[in-house]
């Protein structure tokens, strides 16, 4: 039973365009979401997160927009770099579960120069 | 700063030989920890976690076990490993609070079993 889903495995985008990768769950307790960036063989990075008390939070080119009523986020990069190129996870946790995270299997992301 | 130290960062072991991988993170004190792994074209699974030293919680069955013996150095052994021991092994650490903290990430042991 896969919790969270990013059913999408790879998504390719022009540089200067918008990236948004899409993340789903099903566990209505989760009530914090993480993406992580992660690039072969290093481990991933931590790059934005939201509450479930709020449905954006911004931080410089990355948003994350959170639908708690459709159990469903994104991440939209705008503009999108080719350093931007990578394996993005999406991840989800609830109070109580000691930050242990539930990840997605990730999405491919290209941005083409 | 706080930093996060796995090693080794690639392994190549015969099936049935044990296994000993470690991580420790500086900066930080009585940090939560786990350990995951990432097998070929699938997500991370959480293999183990730790609130404290000497407190071990396992996620899955299988054939890891894993010691917290100091308050920042988590490690994951086997006794006789398996071929579906393979993959991409990570170690992560977060702060204790009253809301949720994001992990934090070691680069990672690449894993192979022969």
């Known amino acids: 039973d896969q919790q969270v889903k990013q059913n999408s495995p790879s998504l390719s985008v022009q540089e200067g365009r918008i990236s948004i990768l899409n993340c789903d769950y099903t566990?209505?307790?989760?009530?914090?979401f993480l993406w992580y960036k992660k690039y072969p063989a290093e481990g991933p990075t931590f790059l934005i997160s939201?509450?479930?008390?709020?449905d954006k939070n911004e931080d410089g080119r990355f948003t994350v927009f959170l639908n708690k009523s459709a159990k469903h986020l994104s991440l939209h990069i705008v503009p999108s770099q080719p350093g931007d190129s990578a394996v993005y996870f999406c991840?989800?946790?609830?109070?109580?579960?000691?930050?242990?995270?539930?990840f997605g299997k990730g999405i491919t992301l290209s941005v083409r120069p | 700063s706080q930093t996060i130290h796995q090693w080794p960062a690639t392994l190549v072991q015969p099936v049935g030989s044990p296994l000993s991988l470690e991580c420790t993170v500086e900066?930080?004190?009585?940090?939560?920890l786990y350990w995951y792994r990432q097998a070929a074209g699938r997500g991370l699974q959480l293999l183990f976690y730790?609130?404290?030293?000497?407190?071990i919680s396992s996620e899955v069955p299988q054939n890891l076990s894993a010691s917290r013996p100091q308050d920042r150095q988590f490690i994951l052994s086997s006794k006789k490993l398996l071929l579906s021991d393979s993959g991409f092994y990570l170690c992560?650490?977060?702060?204790?609070?009253?809301?949720?903290?994001?992990?934090?990430f070691g680069d990672g042991t690449r894993l192979s079993i022969l």
């Open positions: 992560a650490w977060s702060a204790k609070g009253v809301f949720n903290q994001p992990q934090h």
């Open positions: 566990n209505s307790m989760f009530d914090y």
């Open positions: 939201i509450s479930s008390i709020k």
């Open positions: 991840a989800a946790t609830h109070t109580g579960a000691n930050s242990k995270l539930t």
């Open positions: 900066g930080t004190s009585n940090p939560n």
């Open positions: 730790s609130v404290g030293i000497g407190q």
